[in-house]
């Protein structure tokens, strides 16, 4: 069969996703696998630790798609009932796994813990079963084959805590699935700043609807636009033919606002380009609280360009730590265009980098000094300018205080990249 | 109908889900809001943007739920088909909506952008609909009654953007779906550091299984455990005599790993602490690049707290900024118990806050001075003692960066939160 003609399928166990403490991060982790491998996927499904419930789910999605992912309910716990269900379903025994009774033992001995009782539960697998190592915790994951009524169906699982999962998937469930396929797809991620979804789809419209290799989507997050585009390649078929007229045509509608092209996001696009200039950045932060050092920081390759950050949130502080002057402070306040040119210039002439850069606003969730909750100065300074920009982050969301932050670091994150680009060391 | 005999159902659409480049955290914030009033939740489902799916899913989930909420489609754009498609099948047309019409003009207005003709799609709505305001973004949301074939039934519409759909469910949806209860639930969240979630299940194996009312429930974070026990209380019911002997037992059980109830997390535990007493904490940090102080200020009022942080990748940049001595890094390296004292040390000296918090590893991707990846020292300074921890933080996962980051910056709040609490100022 065509890879692109297999239909899988997502289940997901676990009552703490229905009960909304957990978010299920492993359902995109698998849906972006599953694409990138080009198994068509349409639903996906999420059920609690109750075998009957569990087993009604997964006969839906046996009956709808070739193959069955599903995550969770592998544990060592009375309620974790998932692999004695499916298998049950499918029509196998579960019998002891030597080798995974071995894994088992010996995680436990690299962690220097003892092992439960119930842990050997988790070394029973069904017969003829695919076993995948778990390298991160103690379940294995498995891939079976269906008997009877579901013959030529196939149900793999994963375990629940994503940094179990998501690892097991990508080492060793993709490669698994992907033996034999005849096509594959190739994918450009377009990154924007500064231009809305509903605005850029607008621009886009014709494409975003009409273009079917490559499709065109776009994805949000705040603050910025990602569009992703995706080509079908056949062997020996060239994925940029089809891409580049596409990718072209979305630069003439909307180049404007582009920051880059698989670059991840805007940490990653500063960090690179920074790496690429041989220049180096310091920041001064007040509300963000080192958020912006924490981001561009998460950058692999980070710490050649980044040495230097300061957390500044009183006054006091921003004077001494940092040497911005009592004057500039008691003339405009804290939140001041000319306290965030300050800092920005103190950060970089203490540290010595080519760009400093600085946040201070008011984040919330009370008025401060008088500013408005959402009124943020972010600053920059380099050897040809020195510049500061108001923002006005309108929000009423209950987690309004995380999105200020997020935006202040996003914009200016956005700026340093901006005067990266024009400078030369 | 008793609150509790209510079945509720979440219908999520969106083909960015299926693609798996959105997280679908919508589905864990409605599932929390749903056990917070009381309504049972057994299924969750996921479809693309695909009318024929769409009216597939509804159609099995209205067969089992008395409520179906759905998340997004409503947006301007040409695949957004939602709420003509749930229309359609309760038997309701659209019609054009003078709120909401003005809600959409207002809204654009206030962002200080124009509207595109597909906004005022937006402002269609299916007939005799209670509609739900969007402070967020253009889409309203609305509850819709079945007729004919699904009388009795509703539909709850949602937008898909998190900081549409959270606000909108918290401020206005959980309210509609809530009046008229008899029966409320009353949580208790009791937060462990320092001991695995088996390892905590098999001590609490017997009350986990046996325990009705309340419920015992794990949910895990790396590094992090937190049990959430949950009464159902009816009017004039105390949720205390149901509660305490549960949590009493819990904590003979396991007290020495808890440290908190119901306060969130790590930071907000430790900077609501550091608020009682009165005391004050300043960060200096190396390869978690500024994430510790970006936690403690993600808490509403640690400005009181935590005035001056540093960010100090470089040997240099330890010495020069903080002041840690050249004998000190030469001797024993920037990875060394002796920095990380040196550090913490620095930072309360520098600041005058009453403690300083440090932490100095190598979070990878590659071995650094020699030092493996994953070896991270935690120091902490107060006027009365200097210490150091040492962590071997194992991780194969492809974040490991992210995982090793975020575990020290647990650790060296963890080791705050303790010492805060034998402190007095």
């Known amino acids: 069969m065509k890879q692109n003609q297999i239909t899988a399928e997502i289940l997901c166990v676990g009552t703490e996703l229905l009960m909304g403490n957990t978010v299920n991060t492993n359902a995109a982790a698998i849906a972006r696998g599953l694409a990138e491998i080009g198994l068509n996927l349409y639903h996906q499904t999420v059920v609690g630790d109750n075998p009957e419930r569990l087993r009604e789910a997964l006969e839906l999605a046996l009956s709808r798609a070739d193959v069955v992912i599903t995550t969770g309910g592998l544990g060592p716990t009375y309620d974790d009932l998932t692999k004695e269900t499916i298998a049950q379903v499918l029509g196998r025994r579960l019998v002891p796994h030597e080798e995974s009774q071995r894994w088992v033992a010996e995680y436990f001995r690299r ?73 594959r797809l ?110 561009i920081t998460s950058v ?30 008691d003339t ?14 103190r950060a970089r002439v203490k540290s010595g980098a080519d760009i400093g850069i600085s946040v201070t606003g008011n984040a919330g969730p009370e008025p401060s000094e008088g500013k408005p909750v959402g009124l943020v100065y972010v600053g920059l300074d380099c050897d040809r300018c020195t510049t500061a920009q108001e923002l006005h982050i309108q929000t009423m969301a209950h987690d309004g205080r995380e999105y200020i932050r997020e935006m202040a670091a996003s914009r200016a994150l956005h700026l340093a990249l901006e005067t990266a680009r024009q400078m030369v060391k």
């Open 332 to 345: 405009y306040g804290a939140v001041s265009p000319q306290t965030a040119m300050a800092m920005a210039r």
């Open 300 to 329: 692999p390759g980070a710490s050649s360009v980044f040495e230097w950050g300061v957390v500044t949130y009183s006054c006091e502080t921003k004077r001494k730590l940092l040497g911005v002057s009592q004057k500039t402070l």
């Open 111 to 183: 962690i220097g813990r003892t092992p439960c009782p119930n842990n050997q539960k988790q070394a029973m697998m069904p017969e003829e079963a695919v076993v995948f190592q778990n390298h991160n915790g103690t379940a294995p994951g498995c891939a079976v084959a269906g008997t009877g009524r579901w013959a030529g169906k196939q149900v793999v699982m994963l375990p629940g805590p994503p940094r179990e999962c998501e690892p097991m998937l990508r080492e060793q469930v993709l490669p698994y699935l992907q033996a034999g396929s005849d096509t």
């Open 186 to 295: 190739v994918s450009r991620c377009l990154y924007f700043y500064g231009i809305g979804e509903s605005d850029l789809a607008h621009r886009l419209d014709r494409l975003m609807r009409e273009s079917t290799n490559p499709t065109v989507a776009p994805y949000c997050k705040p603050g910025e636009v990602m569009l992703r585009v995706t080509a079908r390649v056949a062997e020996g078929q060239s994925a940029g033919a089809l891409l580049d007229p596409v990718v072209e045509e979305i630069r003439r509608e909307a180049g404007e606002w582009l920051y880059g092209i698989n670059v991840g996001n805007l940490q990653t696009a500063l960090v690179h380009l920074l790496l690429a200039k041989e220049l180096t950045i310091a920041t001064a932060e007040s509300c963000t609280g080192g958020l912006v050092a924490q981001r």
